[in-house]
Structure formats: structure tokens, C-alpha cells
T-cell receptor
Framework: NAGVTQTPKFQVLKTGQSMTLQCAQD?????MYWYRQDPGMGLRLIYY???????DKGEVPNGYNVSRLNKREFSLRLESAAPSQTSVYFC????????????FGEGSWLTVV | KQEVTQIPAALSVPEGENLVLNCSFT??????LQWFRQDPGKGLTSLLL?????REQTSGRLNASLDKSSGRSTLYIAASQPGDSATYLC???????????FGKGTHLIIQP
């Protein structure tokens, strides 16, 4: 059981380049999330998808776009990367039953130079 | 807006000690509260989940308590071991579709 899988694990981008972080879960969860984690800031929600076909902004959505491709996959796109987007990105998922635990991927380390 | 605070930010204790990590939140209208562990370079692993109607949850050497009315939770670790060294995060679920609000974590070091 793979759980939540993120790719790539590491990426270095130049300012202005674009890239997409991929996330897939195999637990048939309805809700999926993208967080970023920065030193001293904790985890902050970028975007979330409560169900297939819906997406909503979180706390820090500027500079990002998302796609809920199907129930399994939720991608995060940086259209024009900036050094301020250097961070660790985590994808997470959980079932519609909100009492259930949220499951995280292993993280994607992104450096923008 | 919910705010979650964890104290202390860092803690270093000798092996074998019992210790308490603290978490406070500003809005007591929560659905549940979770404690996570994060090892360096890794994702988050859920340790304990306490529903709003519960007072505590236990798993092995870990015990988490919840006092919703005062906006506080504690994670008690008994007989600490070097393998317990990690960052511990507290997160509150307000019941909305937007998931959890996280504290900034407590970085714990257990000295052998």
C-alpha cells in the first residue's frame, strides 16, 4: 500500500521556470491538500480539493495553480517560479469522514535560484 | 482564524525522562486534534488523534490529552528514548473542508 506518493522528491529551478509537482493517493480518499513547510513558519495550506472536480484556495495560494485530475491525483503547478517559493512541499489526503487521520506524502524539496 | 501555538520550540532531555509537550489553540470549536511526528527529511506521521468529545488518547508510551474549553492539549512521552528524537507537531481540525491548522512544532532531542 503506497499511501500518498509525491514526485519529484528534489528539484532545482531557475527563477521564471515552470514545473508541476505530482501527487497520487491509493486510499480512495475524497479530500487532498497541498502544504508548504518553511523554517519558523510551520505548515501552511496552499490549495485543497474537497472532492473530485473541486479546488479551493488555502492560506498561501499566490503563485500556484492546482488540478484535481481525478480522485487519485492532485497536482501543484508553479507557472513562474520565484526564490520565495523555495520550500518543502507536502501533499496529503483523507477520507470524507473527518474523524479519519490525514496521511502525508514524503515531501518534495524545491529550490528556486 | 484559528491559531495553534506549541511550547517549547525546542527541548533537549536525557534518555529515560518523562516529558510533556504543550499545544494551545485560540478557537475551541474544533472537530479533533492530532499529534504528528516528523523525522528530518521525511513527511508527517500521525501519532494520536483525539476527537473533540474525548479527553485523552494513549498509544504505547504516548498519551495525549485535550481540554477543549481551555484550548489546550498536551503530549506526554514516558521513559523517553533516543529514537523519540524528532519534531512533534500539533494540528487542529476545525471541521471545515480546508483541513488542519498546524503549530510550528517542538524539536525534541533525547540525549543517550
Amino acid at each position: 500500500n503506497a499511501g500518498v506518493t509525491q514526485t519529484p522528491k528534489f528539484q532545482v529551478l531557475k527563477t521564471g521556470q515552470s514545473m508541476t509537482l505530482q501527487c497520487a493517493q491509493d486510499m480512495n480518499h475524497n479530500s487532498m491538500y497541498w502544504y508548504r513547510q518553511d523554517p519558523g513558519m510551520g505548515l501552511r495550506l496552499i490549495y485543497y480539493s474537497a472532492s473530485e472536480g473541486t479546488t479551493d484556495k488555502g492560506e498561501v495560494p499566490n503563485g500556484y495553480n492546482v488540478s484535481r485530475l481525478n480522485k487519485r491525483e492532485f497536482s501543484l503547478r508553479l507557472e513562474s517560479a520565484a526564490p520565495s517559493q523555495t520550500s518543502v512541499y507536502f501533499c496529503a489526503s483523507r477520507s470524507r469522514d473527518r474523524g479519519n487521520t490525514i496521511y502525508f506524502g514524503e515531501g518534495s524539496w524545491l529550490t528556486v535560484v | 482564524k484559528q491559531e495553534v501555538t506549541q511550547i517549547p520550540a525546542a527541548l533537549s532531555v536525557p534518555e529515560g525522562e518523562n516529558l510533556v509537550l504543550n499545544c494551545s489553540f485560540t478557537d475551541s470549536a474544533i472537530y479533533n486534534l492530532q499529534w504528528f511526528r516528523q523525522d528530518p527529511g521525511k513527511g508527517l506521521t500521525s501519532l494520536l488523534l483525539i476527537q473533540s468529545s474525548q479527553r485523552e488518547q494513549t498509544s504505547g508510551r504516548l498519551n495525549a490529552s485535550l481540554d477543549k474549553s481551555s484550548g489546550r492539549s498536551t503530549l506526554y512521552i514516558a521513559a523517553s528514548q533516543p529514537g523519540d528524537s524528532a519534531t512533534y507537531l500539533c494540528a487542529v481540525d476545525g471541521g471545515g473542508a480546508d483541513g488542519l491548522t498546524f503549530g510550528k512544532g517542538t524539536h525534541l532531542i533525547i540525549q543517550p
